[in-house]
């Protein structure tokens, strides 16, 4: 059913084909509609974690797949762009957003004009770990779809590619909002649709996409370049001319005046607790 609701909306060229559940998920949607969209996957140089499932899925589907090999000076360099384009410089954004820009503007130089991404499946399916911890699922999942923002989109915009996210459409909102929190934690639902037709994504653990594709080594960069991830962006934030609006009562971190007592978009600062 979940895969019938997505194939309605995954009108794409392209995707931004990790190999995990969720864009696994979108590109077999997209070929159930007739489509043979090109894939996509980033991944560091010498990384061998998204590569090899996203090579599985392109075979498997049918589909071509290009890899976007990056050295590491590449990927500092992207992470630097998405600051500018994203106007934060919230380390764990910046870094996973780095592989989306890179990604997005491989497929447009490929000749991509609308790119499907699996933005919102570990939203509404409950893949991250945090849910795990949460002692009110529904309301957790509730609260996290109500706030949610892709960077995708705005990366999009910036490159000129149209992003279509299947996940985020009201109506697969609907139908998996419908689903008890604790039935389709972990993702299960997306994980028992995909076991008949791509089993390895479907057992396939949860991977954080900077994980997959290798590029958390940033952080360790940052804090060599600057003592502190935070600091390095925040530097690079600054050294492009970007501002940001501050409080006495906003961020306990750096201050922005939005910062709404929990999250902090601007520097990723979060405080804990329930």
């Avoid at 995990?20 to 590109?27: C, L, W, Y």
């Avoid at 797949?65 to 590449?74: C, F, K, T, Y």
């Avoid at 996973?96 to 130089?109: E, I, K, Q, R, W």
């Avoid at 962006?233 to 939005?258: D, Q, W």
Wanted: with cysteine; glycine share 10%; proline share 4%.
């Amino acid at each position: 059913m979940i895969l019938k609701l997505l194939s309605k909306y995954a009108d794409c060229d392209s995707i931004l084909l990790s190999g995990g559940v969720d864009s696994s998920a979108v590109a077999a949607a997209t070929v159930a509609r007739g489509s043979r969209p090109l894939g996509v996957v980033v991944s560091l140089r010498g990384c061998r974690s998204d590569l090899p499932y996203a090579a599985v899925v392109s075979s498997k589907l049918s589909i071509p797949l290009s890899a976007r090999i990056v050295e590491r000076g590449e990927a500092v360099r992207a992470a630097e762009e998405v600051v500018g384009i994203l106007k934060v410089f919230n380390p764990m954004e910046v870094v996973n957003c780095a592989v989306v820009y890179l990604g997005l503007s491989h497929a447009a130089s490929l000749g991509a004009h609308r790119v499907c991404t699996g933005d919102g499946g570990d939203e509404l399916f409950l893949g991250y770990d945090f849910f795990r911890r949460s002692r009110d699922l529904e309301r957790t999942r509730h609260d996290v779809v109500g706030r949610w923002r892709f960077c995708s989109f705005d990366i999009g915009k910036a490159l000129g590619v149209e992003v279509i996210a299947p996940f985020t459409q009201r109506e697969v909102v609907e139908y998996a909002l419908s689903i008890p929190a604790e039935l389709a934690l972990g993702k299960r639902p997306l994980r028992e649709e995909l076991s008949a037709i791509l089993p390895e994504v479907a057992a396939r653990e949860k991977t954080p996409l900077e994980r997959g594709s290798c590029f958390d080594f940033l952080y360790d960069e940052f804090r060599r370049k600057a003592g502190d991830e935070v600091a390095y962006l925040k530097a690079v934030f600054e050294r492009i001319g970007l501002n940001y609006p501050t409080s006495l009562t906003g961020c306990p971190r750096c201050g922005y005046a939005g910062f709404d007592g929990r999250y902090c978009p601007m520097c990723g600062y979060y405080a804990r607790g329930d």
